[in-house]
């Protein structure tokens, strides 16, 4: 069983960093998809990065690279999103996911998932004021 909790969101002024951390029981491969994603109120469910632990493979979206680094700790699995240099429009629940992959995948299959992630977990509000 599979379930992922995620924590560290909190509210922060704009310029400031949060530290989100996602802890993934009952998956012990490295062949797993994990990442990050965010839904603003009114908006869609926004890919925000993923990383495949097992060859090092990460995704950015474009808005984030520079100021958010995705890593991940093998024992326990436990996925982190280190946010720096907030801004309003990083205002959003965000959500940790996962998918388990075969052995003959590679990281890219991670992105072309997209948000086709097979679990999710609940959520994370992060609310950056001006």
């Known amino acids: 069983q599979v379930r992922l909790v995620e924590s560290g969101g909190g509210s922060v002024q704009a310029g400031g960093s949060l530290r989100l951390s996602c802890v993934a029981s009952g998956i012990i491969s490295s062949r797993v998809c994990m990442g990050w994603f965010r839904q603003a109120p009114g908006k869609e469910r926004e890919r925000v990065a993923v990383?495949?632990?097992?060859?090092?493979?990460?995704y950015y979206t474009d808005s984030v690279k520079g100021r958010f680094t995705i890593s991940q700790d093998a024992a326990p699995r436990t996925l982190y999103l280190q946010m720096s240099s907030l801004s309003p429009e990083d205002t959003a629940m965000y959500y940790c996911?996962?998918?388990?992959?075969?052995?003959?995948?590679?990281?890219?299959?991670?992105?072309?998932?997209?948000?086709?992630?097979?679990?999710w977990g609940q959520g994370t509000q992060v609310t950056v004021s001006s």
């Open positions: 996911a996962a998918h388990l992959t075969s052995d003959s995948e590679r990281g890219t299959y991670c992105y072309r998932l997209g948000t086709g992630f097979g679990y």
């Open positions: 990383i495949y632990p097992a060859d090092g493979y990460t």
